[in-house]
Each structure stands twice: as structure tokens, then as C-alpha cells.
């Protein structure tokens, strides 16, 4: 993986979250924007690209980090929906880059950096 994936990955999952703050329109649009930028930068840099380090991607493995940032997601989603308190983006912003950059940390160590 490339030095740079996890924390550009971290930063767009976040700006997924913080995005939810603008207005309603704007929110949509750049929630797809987000979203697509990193499901193109999740499948080109791990989800399609057979062995990286050594690793195939296994729902076991990634079952932590889909549940860790799909769950924050979702939790922020409905409490704000439910409640109205908006501020539940902004500690799903930092639960979403948290569980990223702990995965890359993670991965790093355990596998070491692209070449």
C-alpha cells in the first residue's frame, strides 16, 4: 500500500461525515463525490489489486473496519435524523479517520510499505 492511502482514505471518509453539515443540497452532492472517490481509491489500491503485500482482502479481515466506520456512519445518521443534534457528524468524523489511520497503522506494521 502507499504511504499516502490511509491518511488520504481517513481524510475522505471524514469530509464524508463533515459534509453532512452543509446545507441539503450541497450535502448530496458532495456526499456521492466523497463516496466515490473512495470507493475508486478502495478498490483501486486494495479491494482489486490481488495480494497486496502478500495479503488478500478476506470479509474477516476487513470486518473491524467496515464495522467501525460503517457503524459510526450509521449511528451519526440516525441520531442526527432522530434527535437533530448535528454535532454527532463531527465525532463520526473522528471515529471514521481514527478506525482508518489505526488500520493503516496496523497494516504498516504488520506488512511494511509499498515500494
Known amino acids: 500500500m502507499p504511504r499516502w492511502f490511509y491518511p488520504?482514505?481517513?481524510?475522505?471518509?471524514a469530509g464524508l461525515c463533515l459534509v453532512q453539515l452543509l446545507p441539503s443540497p450541497a450535502a448530496a452532492v458532495a456526499t456521492v463525490l466523497?463516496?466515490?472517490t473512495v470507493a475508486l481509491l478502495g478498490s483501486r489500491y486494495w479491494l482489486n489489486r490481488p495480494d497486496v503485500s502478500g495479503v488478500t482482502p478476506s470479509l474477516r479481515d476487513m470486518l473491524p473496519f467496515l464495522a467501525g466506520t460503517s457503524g459510526a456512519i450509521l449511528l451519526a445518521m440516525a441520531l442526527s435524523r432522530t434527535t437533530g443534534a448535528w454535532w454527532v457528524w463531527i465525532v463520526a468524523a473522528v471515529v471514521v479517520a481514527?478506525?482508518?489511520?489505526?488500520?493503516?497503522a496496523t497494516y504498516?506494521?504488520?506488512?511494511?510499505?509499498a515500494a
Open 8 to 13: 488520504v482514505q481517513a481524510s475522505l471518509l
Open 98 to 104: 481514527g478506525v482508518v489511520l489505526r488500520t493503516g
Open 34 to 36: 466523497a463516496g466515490v
Open 108 to 113: 504498516r506494521q504488520e506488512y511494511g510499505d
